[in-house]
């Protein structure tokens, strides 16, 4: 009597359920794939969608579309529907980091000082957004259903 699962059930089972997350448009991503503490207080989605748009914060814009927001960038993926992709926590993750998800992502951090090298000396050991624009970004991209 056979009780595991052979290694082929096994990577079979994976791939269905991988299939199926995709089909659904659910995220493939770990739940633990984030920072789930905020840094700040909570954050304002019409501050955020200013960070998005600002050339002195996030600028997102440049590398990424989101719905409703011309002109946009296209070197990034696009932002409409991420919030139903990737959780809070996810989100915060990849703006504060993306490093931590992707190492050779062409995204900088922003919000992360440690180990940073070629620095413009007026920015050495300071984050390019502050622990509540983060939050206020991460508010802003959670409404992007």
Excluded at 22 to 49: N, T
Excluded at 79 to 85: E, F, N, Y
Aim: glycine share 8%.
């Amino acid at each position: 009597m056979r009780i595991l699962p052979l290694p082929w059930e096994r990577a079979a089972v994976a791939l269905a359920l991988l299939a199926a997350a995709m089909a659904c448009g659910c995220s493939i991503v770990s739940p633990s794939d984030g920072i789930a503490r905020p840094f700040a207080l909570a954050g304002d989605a019409a501050r955020g969608r200013e960070i998005y748009l600002s050339r002195d914060g996030g600028h997102c814009v440049l590398c990424h579309a989101a719905p409703g927001i011309a002109p946009a960038g296209d070197v990034g993926p696009s932002l409409s529907g991420v919030a139903t992709r990737l959780t809070e926590s996810q989100i915060r993750l990849r703006i504060a980091d993306i490093t931590r998800v992707n190492a050779a992502a062409a995204m900088p951090t922003f919000h992360r000082v440690d180990g940073m090298k070629r620095v413009a000396a007026g920015y050495e050991g300071k984050p390019v957004l502050d622990a509540q624009q983060v939050e206020d970004l991460v508010a802003y991209l959670s409404t992007l259903r």
